[in-house]
């Protein structure tokens, strides 16, 4: 598969503080790929380096084959987490100006803002100073100034943040429109929930270092461990309980589920088959449900982070 970025090797030192360690990424053309860490981990300086805010200690990014340049800059939207747009200058001005940065013409950035303003329904915010708006109208002008230039990549930091679940929606669906019209889009996040929703493939940035990557199905196989959820329906749901066998490892979600169920976890062990486990717990009460439980990109990320610290 071609590779839209590819990040080689990127170190940053800040002083004596490493803010990240040969880190090596490759961003699949017409993904959208989930950047993920814990806050510190290291994400915001990569982000700001693909830009060009900062520049690298050590090694090289490329962007569609050719090593990062200035120029580039016109190929790359960027939401970051904190927004940067002026308050005290009207909407309309002040996203035509950014177009004339990303290297639109005032005829072009006109039509092209037309377009995203009637498709949000704010074509009555024209001339509001952004002061005026509430955060989440802000939200949706930053994220307009992100997309009007078509880059080929797109990175949104916390791209939610601020709205409400209806926009948040909104948001979420433009978003992958924007992939599937063949954007590429970074997605860095602490909403686990969205990551799951949206990334094709996920990389996890734990103090400095790379310390997961990957499609993400791939990843969550690497982290599937045998654990199945069981409902049974009992005389006794106590006493059923009791005489689940111990290798299972046992532990209950409720102890009493909907409609009184014995709702729990198991971990069958290695060398003993499915249709096997399955038989032992019938022998308890009447079989509602059993399916493998598997891995969250939240339960990942705490997995990884735990282990990796």
């Known amino acids: 598969m071609d590779n839209a970025l590819e990040v080689q090797g990127i170190t940053k030192v800040y002083g004596d503080y490493i803010a990240l360690n040969d880190v090596s990424i490759s961003v699949p053309k017409g993904s959208i790929y989930g950047l993920l860490g814990p806050n510190g981990a290291g994400k915001t300086s990569l982000i700001r380096i693909i830009n060009q805010i900062t520049m690298p200690d050590e090694g090289i990014i ?44 005032k005829i072009q950035a006109k039509e092209r803002l037309d377009y995203w303003f009637e498709r949000f329904g704010i074509e009555g915010w024209w001339n509001k100073k952004l002061q005026e708006l509430s955060k989440g109208m802000a939200q949706k002008v930053q994220f307009i100034v992100t997309v009007m230039h078509e880059p080929s990549l797109l990175i949104f930091d916390e791209p939610f943040s601020g709205f409400d679940p209806v926009n948040a929606n909104l948001i979420k669906d433009e978003i992958l429109k924007l992939r599937d019209d063949g954007a590429t889009i970074i997605f860095s996040t602490h909403r686990m929930e969205s990551v799951e929703e ?7 940035i734990d103090k400095s270092n790379l310390v997961l990557q990957g499609k993400l199905s791939d990843v969550k196989e690497q982290y599937r461990d045998r654990n199945y959820a069981v409902s049974l329906i009992c005389n006794n ?66 997995q990884t982070v735990q282990q990796h610290g």
């Open 62 to 105: 490329l962007l569609n084959g050719e090593q990062l340049q200035p120029k580039h800059i016109e190929e790359i939207g960027y939401m970051p987490e904190e927004r940067g747009l002026y308050k005290s200058m009207k909407v309309g001005e002040q996203c035509i100006y950014l177009a004339r940065l990303k290297g639109l013409s």
């Open 198 to 204: 949206m990334c094709d493939h996920i990389a996890l």
């Open 237 to 302: 749901n106590d006493a059923a309980f009791q005489q689940i066998p111990i290798e299972f490892n046992p532990h209950p979600i409720l102890l009493s589920g909907l409609d009184n169920t014995l709702d729990f976890q198991i971990k069958i062990p290695l060398g003993i088959d499915v249709p096997s486990a399955l038989s032992r717990i019938n022998q308890l009460g009447e079989l509602t449900h059993f399916s493998e439980v598997i891995p969250s990109v939240n339960d990942i990320f705490i």
